[in-house]
């Protein structure tokens, strides 16, 4: 069984990280999302729009992905592979030649793939300008 392993904050979920689990799940046989904790991002400099709890949620509720974990420090990575089992680390090419993951070629295989083009996160933030939360708005669980 090859087992993938990737990472990333997946805050809003959209086509673009569809895409990337879809195509990282296709490396192998078993795909494991490391997921930014909320204090994690906070070392990004990411505020994420859901929590936790709720990226969390909707990731398992995604085909392509078999397990979510917390990424909570940049230098758990290592460790990740070798618990693990990892045979191959996949990110977007926004991170391609990172020092975050580089280092890791060696101890498995790191594969890079295109980012979609035209979607993003902070795009869809933008233009939807969520900045301030609705009131009366019903909160999701654990926001
Ligand atoms: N992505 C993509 N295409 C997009 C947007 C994102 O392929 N249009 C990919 C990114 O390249 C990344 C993954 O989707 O591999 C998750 O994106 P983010 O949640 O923005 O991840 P990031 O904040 O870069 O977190 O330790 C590594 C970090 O946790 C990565």
Redesign the pocket.
Known sequence: MKRVL??????LL????I???RRARQLGDYLIV???TDE??GL?N?KAYHSYEARKAMLEAVRYVDLVIP?KT?GQ?LDDVKNYHVDTV??????AG?D??EYLKGHCELV??????????SRIKKELDLQQPMPGMTQIPGE
């Open positions: 990737t990472y990333g904050t997946f805050d959209h086509y673009g990280h895409q990337l689990l490391a997921l930014s994690f991002n990004k990411k990424e940049w990575k996949v990110m977007g090419s926004d991170w990172s975050r993951f890079y793939l295109d980012r979609t083009p035209g979607v993003s996160t």
